[in-house]
Nanobody, 124 residues
Framework: QVQLVESGGGLVQAGGSLRLSCVVS????????MGWFRQAPGKEREFVSG????????VYADSVKGRYTISRDNAKNTVYLQMNSLKPDDTAVYYC?????????????????WGQGTQVTVSS
């Protein structure tokens, strides 16, 4: 059984920072790519960032490029999303996901397991 548990969300003022964490249970973590997605009220879920199995390749949505940084610690089965210069438009539920392939992708249908999500709210 693979489980993903996100944490680190909360309420922050515009311009502030948050760091999301996602801990993965199960032994598949180190062989799999990870992704972060988000879903705002009334909108479809969208890709935010992805990282390859060993961390040598990362990808970002244009909307967060330069502000967000994804990283992972395979020894801790954890993936992180450092979010800086937050904007009200970043308000959403953020989900981490695992993809049983070495490289990440932007298609949420290609991910195999999902966390329950953590709320990020950015006030203006």
């Amino acid at each position: 059984q693979v489980q993903l548990v996100e944490s680190g969300g909360g309420l922050v003022q515009a311009g502030g920072s948050l760091r999301l964490s996602c801990v993965v249970s199960g032994r598949i973590f180190s062989a799999c790519a990870m992704g972060w997605f988000r879903q705002a009220p009334g909108k479809e879920r969208e890709f935010v960032s992805g990282i390859s199995w060993n961390g040598d390749s990362t990808v970002y949505a244009d909307s967060v490029k330069g502000r967000y940084t994804i990283s992972r610690d395979n020894a801790k089965n954890t993936v992180y999303l450092q979010m800086n210069s937050l904007k009200p438009d970043d308000t959403a539920v953020y989900y981490c996901s695992i993809r049983r392939r070495p490289r990440s992708g932007q298609d949420d249908g290609s991910y195999d397991y999902w966390g329950q999500g953590t709320q990020v709210t950015v006030s203006s």
